[in-house]
């Protein structure tokens, strides 16, 4: 029996709700769209229904989103269900890029995953635990100047809604994590699943990176 895929997005003290939840909305959306019986057509469809996607974090401990959401995550850094795509979101990351446990836990995690995603200012975090290093990405527009500063050998790209550079995605700022999300399920199974999904979630995709 094939595992499941294993879709692992970050949570932390002060991430951005929207980058957290818009992929959680996107994967979990669209495996039960892969789940239909009108699916059963469509290429990949019984991987995209076993998508398992979990948010992790230090502990179990529930996580504080800014401006006070409340997060309890299914599954903490101790856990070693495989990691195939890895997402991490942003918001406000100084303590996320500075923490030794986040920081080991996402050098392994990205080591094992196939794709490896950040959303707005979780390229910070990336970039702090040297997974992506050398690569193209992008960030939110008030951050871009930040991230070239703190990150000299990575190429920057301005005006984009996100970045693809081999296996490492990310996206500009807050909505376009969704954009980026629905990118990753074409990529991963089929644009007809992105776009259904897309169309369940009443969201109209901006498709095209630019």
Request: net charge negative.
């Amino acid at each position: 029996m094939t595992r499941p895929f294993g879709i692992a997005i970050l949570a932390f003290d002060d991430v951005e709700t929207l980058d957290l939840a818009g992929p959680y909305e996107v994967f979990t959306t669209a495996a039960r769209m892969a789940a239909r019986p009108e699916a059963a057509d469509w290429p990949g469809q019984p991987v995209a229904a076993g998508w398992q996607v979990a948010c992790v974090a230090r502990t179990r401990a529930p996580v504080r989103a800014r401006a006070g959401l409340q997060v309890l995550p299914t599954r903490d850094f101790s856990d070693e269900t495989t990691v195939d795509l890895l997402v991490v979101p942003g918001g406000v990351v100084d303590a996320a890029a500075r923490c030794p446990d986040t920081l080991a836990w996402v050098r392994r995690a990205g080591a094992q995953a196939t794709l490896t995603a950040s959303v707005c200012t979780g390229v910070f975090v990336l970039a702090a635990a040297g997974v992506v290093t050398n690569h193209r990405v992008t960030t939110h527009w008030e951050d871009l100047a930040d991230l070239r500063r703190q990150w000299p050998l990575l190429d920057v790209v301005d005006g984009v809604r996100w970045v693809e550079d081999g296996r490492v995605f990310s996206s500009a700022g807050i909505s376009a994590g969704i954009d980026l999300s629905l990118h990753l399920v074409a990529r991963l199974i089929c644009p007809e699943l992105a776009e259904r999904t897309a169309r369940q979630m009443d969201y109209r995709w901006m498709s095209r990176p630019d």
